[in-house]
């Protein structure tokens, strides 16, 4: 009887996890090239509108609430949708669903700790994360078979430090070795440290690209630009500041800066170094992303070296612990 009455109450814990996990919702604001703009922190929005179901944008589908706000800058979309089903969207946008099991649970949970703690650091707002690189890629409802597999066997599971969840900051791939996140974000984490990798296996590992004086000038809104060279460099050896030579002075310039007006694709990260010719620079670099905390290419390497999911976060998180997220 005391068994039977120990796997009644056993289950019964159980089901209430799994029934607290499917109620656990995120609001994620849609942000593409249609919809590029983030609500101002002032800015005076009024509702328009809401659904329940699937909406179709430019061809994307949404599925779950939708709200429709109007704000002085434009329209927003606001898709309220169960965590667990925009993790597995999230994953299936993020990375490609053939790479290896191990990789694909690696990003699982960082991508289920990095909406958390972005949802709780959010408060009232009126959304908890955006879709784009601004937070983490959400491209709508995107079912995989494998990808959902991976989802559904970490369910809940989180990464942590003093029993919170982290600033879970990833990136596709550092070219060697991660950047501290000081240099990126402005502010350390005990969790986030720079930490030698290996990324060949990422069509990122080395790039080059070469851009004319005249599309750079039009990005920054600096007219008759003569030359550009690198001011400095961070901990890693990333660029940190450039030298922006005009007729009449010389203006500095994060790199960090210059590569998000330049665009995140056109130049895909800050490790690089810099050659001019007539009107043409050339940039030859390693990597794509900011480089704080987990490689995704590095992750997958590692999983196929024959590494499971949870050595390779501690790897690129130490001091953490993997636990299950007290869901409301």
Same mark, same amino acid.
């Given at each position: ?26 609001? !994620? ?41 109007? =704000? ?7 898709? /309220? ?95 060697? &070795?991660?950047?501290?996140? /000081? ?11 720079? !930490? ?12 080059? &690209?070469?851009?004319?004086?005249? /599309? ?75 480089? !704080? =905390? ?9 999983? &196929?070296? =024959?590494?499971?999911?949870? /050595? ?6 130490? =001091? ?9």
């Amino acid at each position: 009887m005391k068994k039977l009455l120990f796997f009644i109450s056993s289950f019964i814990v159980l089901l209430s996890f799994t029934n607290a996990i499917a109620s656990e919702k995120i609001k !994620v604001l849609i942000v593409n090239e249609y919809y590029p703009n983030i609500p101002l922190k002032n800015e005076k929005i009024e509702k328009l509108g809401n659904m329940k179901g699937t909406l179709l944008v430019m061809g994307t589908k949404y599925t779950g609430d939708i709200e429709v706000w109007k =704000g002085d800058n434009g329209l927003y979309i606001i898709n /309220e949708l169960p965590l667990e089903e925009y993790i597995k969207d999230v994953v299936a946008a993020e990375v490609s669903s053939d790479w290896d099991m191990e990789a694909l649970k690696a990003q699982a949970v960082v991508s289920r700790t990095y909406a958390l703690y972005q949802k709780k650091i959010s408060g009232d707002s009126l959304y908890h994360i955006a879709s784009s690189v601004l937070h983490q890629v959400y491209k709508g409802n995107n079912p995989d078979a494998r990808i959902a597999y991976a989802v559904e066997k970490t369910k809940g599971e989180i990464i942590t430090y003093d029993n919170s969840p982290i600033a879970a900051f990833y990136h596709s791939t550092c070219g060697g &070795r991660t950047e501290n996140p /000081e240099e990126v974000f402005g502010k350390g984490y005990p969790y986030l440290k720079s !930490v030698e990798t290996k990324c060949d296996l990422s069509p990122y590992s080395e790039w080059e &690209r070469s851009i004319d004086i005249k /599309e750079i000038e039009k990005a920054l809104n600096i007219p008759l630009i003569k030359d550009i060279s690198i001011s400095s460099y961070t901990s890693t050896n990333r660029v940190k500041e450039l030298n922006i030579m005009t007729d009449s002075n010389i203006l500095k310039i994060p790199a960090t800066e210059f590569r998000k007006t330049i665009g995140w694709s056109r130049l895909p990260s800050t490790n690089f170094s810099i050659n001019k010719d007539n009107n043409t620079i050339f940039f030859e670099g390693k990597g794509y992303g900011h480089g !704080v =905390g987990m490689c995704q290419w590095c992750a997958l390497k590692m999983a &196929r070296e =024959g590494k499971n999911y949870k /050595e390779i976060l501690s790897y690129f998180y130490p =001091g953490t612990i993997i636990k299950l997220y007290e869901y409301r």
